[in-house]
């Protein structure tokens, strides 16, 4: 067996996000190499996980890894946004627990044939789930120079988008894009390099692979999916690690957890919103100085979680006394 080498972050507040819950039944949308899945299996009397990835060698070593839980765990490979269709085939109506910890994982990161860091040199790659037939590379040989700026400024918030995107046509004209190397330098020689901060290439690197993978997409589906798989009393616990995905996670917990999105002039409620969800965390929860000294993915990594709320009695239309925005 490999040894798994994933740290998992915020894993006490992980924990007790779900330690109160009676022999859960518990979805781990991010299985990774099940470091949070293990934790919890052991701290959590009678926990079941269904563990997803849609990476296959995350998958096969998280199977080894959890193999002492017996029917205790449950495997899925595929997205996280289909959780309730791999609950369903357990028998599962609902989960009394949702984990999502985004992105990618460390063997992910540092294996170079992957091709998802700029720090070595591999195939421009960066796919999650190898049966998707477009890679990075797929993306910087086809999309338009409109759509790569986009990518680049929405998805990695890179301010010098259109720049990067006109230098990567140009280049393409002569060869196609096939290795991580030389994007990375094209993009430092369109920056230029910091004196201080991260290298420019961070920012374009996290836009394509948000791209390829349709991450953010995938994070929107998954949310509301997970409301509706959740049982009352049941929480969802979200770690994110850039800020795009952050602000999805908080608008949406902010949004289900308002009671009326009618405009604030109208004294009786008409669009018969209720809340689902309530924040336990009012503020994200982040990693203590001694967890980012130990384990440097920790240090941009932010936890929300909130919990499903009962659904109400149907009754008379709700009387507004205070205008909900
Ligand atoms: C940060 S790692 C999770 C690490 C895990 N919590 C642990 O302790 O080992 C994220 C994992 O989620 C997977 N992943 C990311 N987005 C996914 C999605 N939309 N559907 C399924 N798996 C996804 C990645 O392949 C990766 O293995």
């Not at 990774?32 to 563990?51: P, R, S």
């Not at 070593?61 to 997205?79: F, I, K, M, S, T």
Request: glycine share 8%; hydrophobic share 40%.
């Amino acid at each position: 067996m490999t040894t798994p080498n994933h740290i998992p972050v915020l894993a006490g507040d992980v924990f007790q996000a779900f330690a109160d819950l009676e022999t859960p039944r518990i979805v781990d949308g991010t299985l990774g190499l099940g470091g949070h899945a293990a934790m919890l299996l052991d701290g959590i009397a009678g926990a079941e996980i269904l563990g997803i990835d849609r990476d296959d060698t995350a998958l096969r070593e998280a199977a080894q890894r959890l193999l002492p839980y017996g029917d205790r765990v449950h495997l899925y490979r595929g997205p996280f946004s289909a959780m309730a269709d791999f609950a369903a085939e357990e028998g599962w109506e609902t989960v009394d627990g949702i984990l999502l910890d985004l992105g990618v994982s460390s063997p992910q990161i540092d294996t170079p044939t992957r091709g998802f860091s700029y720090r070595f040199d591999g195939p421009l790659d960066m796919r999650m789930d190898r049966r998707l037939t477009e890679t990075a590379a797929t993306l910087l040989n086809t999309e338009s120079e409109e759509e790569l700026a986009d990518i680049f400024y929405y998805y990695g918030e890179e301010r010098q988008a259109r720049r990067v995107a006109r230098a990567v046509v140009r280049r393409r004209e002569e060869r196609p894009w096939a290795r991580t190397a030389e994007f990375a330098e094209l993009v430092e020689q369109v920056v230029g390099r910091p004196k201080h901060g991260p290298p420019p290439a961070t920012r374009c690197f996290q836009a394509l692979r948000i791209a390829v993978n349709d991450e953010l997409g995938e994070l929107d589906r998954a949310l509301v999916t997970a409301v509706s798989l959740l049982a009352p009393g049941g929480r969802l616990a979200v770690i994110s690690f850039h800020s795009l995905e952050d602000r999805i996670v908080k608008q949406f917990f902010r949004h289900e957890a308002s009671p009326c999105v009618c405009p604030p002039d109208i004294p009786v409620c008409v669009c018969g919103k209720v809340p689902t969800l309530k924040p336990i965390t009012r503020k994200p929860l982040v990693a203590t100085a001694e967890e980012r000294a130990t384990n440097s993915r920790a240090a941009s990594a932010k936890l929300r979680v909130a919990e499903k709320l009962p659904l109400p009695e149907t009754g008379k239309p709700k009387s507004k006394t205070k205008p909900s925005r």
